[in-house]
């Protein structure tokens, strides 16, 4: 009897130490801004329902331990055919190295390849001399990025600083756009790659809509669709997406299906 109480005690000791050695849950705020690039291809006629879906984060995010390269997980969860295409995604994990957090991310802009790829080409390089740590690039959306000692501006307005791939600012509400500023519960700046930090809607996507940006319910879920017959969403599209606060992520209807065609806010 003695050795059973003893092996016991010794068994509730170790949960208890395994219980309080354990890290807590992590979770990104509220309005923590992930600038990705998606690495595969989407075609509005060839995709289907359950599809994976996979974007790389291009910059890593200011404190957090969040690093470029981790994996936005998802997949597709809805698809219209012609003649009125449409694809709706949903991303739901954040994956680095050997772990994974679930988040629930609403969209604030997509850029095309070439789009990217215009913001990445310094727009100073035939000058003699200049190296890209010294150079001048536009973002997604006109901002210019000074770097060698610069800031990121608006015109003559400061906005933000360069970092090693991408900048850091705070984000920004264009007059007339549906996309928020800073979030007064998550006030620092963030990580906005190249895009501009009032970046909003569709840069590079003549023939595309943003039918639900994911933000309002149902939440996470991202409809594109096409004024066309079918699209593509092309591998190394930029996407600026933003986390949504847990008790907005948590309450989803009965039915998602039914407001998938929805316009919200980004």
């Known amino acids: ?3 059973f109480m003893i092996a016991t005690l010794i068994a509730v000791a170790a949960t208890t130490c395994l219980a309080q050695a354990a890290p807590a849950p992590f979770a990104l705020p509220s309005g923590t801004v992930l600038p990705v690039s998606l690495d595969g291809t989407l075609r509005s006629d060839h995709v289907h329902v359950g599809q994976p879906v996979r974007a790389t984060l291009m910059q890593s995010i200011p404190g957090t331990r969040i690093h470029r390269g981790a994996h936005l997980l998802g ?3 809805a698809v219209t055919p012609a003649p009125h295409p449409s694809i ?6 954040l994956a680095q190295r050997d772990s994974t957090i ?26 003699r001399g200049t190296v890209p ?7 997604i959306g006109g901002q210019q990025v000074y770097r060698g000692g610069g800031p990121v501006a608006e015109g003559m307005t400061p906005v933000g600083k360069p970092v090693a791939y991408g900048i850091l600012a705070a984000p920004l509400a264009r007059p007339g756009n549906n996309c928020r500023a800073q979030i007064d519960a998550n006030p620092a700046p963030q990580a906005f790659w190249l895009f501009s930090s009032d970046a909003c809607g569709l840069f590079g996507y003549p023939n595309l809509l943003i039918r639900h940006a994911g933000r309002t319910m149902p939440a996470g879920q991202i409809v594109f669709a096409s004024t066309g017959r079918r699209f593509t969403l092309q591998s190394g599209s930029g996407l600026l997406l933003r986390v949504l606060p847990t008790a907005i992520s948590s309450a989803q209807p009965s039915n998602p299906g039914s407001l998938a065609l929805m316009t919200s806010p980004r």
Do not use: I, Y
Request: no cysteine.
């Open 1 to 3: 009897m003695r050795t």
């Open 133 to 139: 740590e010294n150079a001048t690039t536009r973002q």
């Open 102 to 127: 679930p988040v629930t991310v609403s969209l604030r802009a997509m850029a095309s390849l070439l789009e990217v790829e215009e913001a990445e080409t310094p727009e100073d390089m035939a000058m």
């Open 88 to 93: 709706t995604l949903r991303f739901s994990k």
């Open 75 to 77: 997949q597709v969860v």
